[in-house]
């Protein structure tokens, strides 16, 4: 296992999740292991359904774990930290991380149509659909938004062992 991580960030509505997804279908048809997290700063996503069992397990206030042939699913009460959110995944070739980015992994940022600086000083590289002259001068390390291929390769050359 090569056990690499890397880190996406970006603002709302960027295309990191769409990005993420190209990149990671390019690594595992490479037969490679991935392993995505997904920071939810708001707290809003949902992952099961009103009525269910899980969700009334969860509701009442316990840390619950759905297991069945092809996989588990745990609803934790409390954050973990990425030391141990690696160790619940086990094996894995290229972890993806997609936001927290304060972690210090190595991190693309993306952009559509105007460059955040905010983001800069956690960025080894961008990803943008701005004109080559916007993206050097942001950045030195640079892609077209689309260019999935490219942001792979600089992925296994870049990211770090964990």
Known sequence: MKRLAIAFSGPSNTGKTTLICKVAQIFIEQNLK??????????????DTEG??????????ADVAVVSPTRTTYFLKQMRNLDEIIAGFGDFDILIVEGLKTLPLPRISLFRDKIDEAY?????????N???AQMDKACPVNFDINDAQSIAKWILDNAKKV
């Open 34 to 47: 991935v392993a995505i997290v997904k920071h939810d700063p708001k707290d809003k996503a949902k992952f």
């Open 120 to 128: 800069l000083p956690f960025s080894q590289a961008i990803a943008t």
């Open 130 to 132: 701005l004109p080559r």
């Open 52 to 61: 269910k069992d899980s969700a009334k397990f969860s509701a009442v206030g």
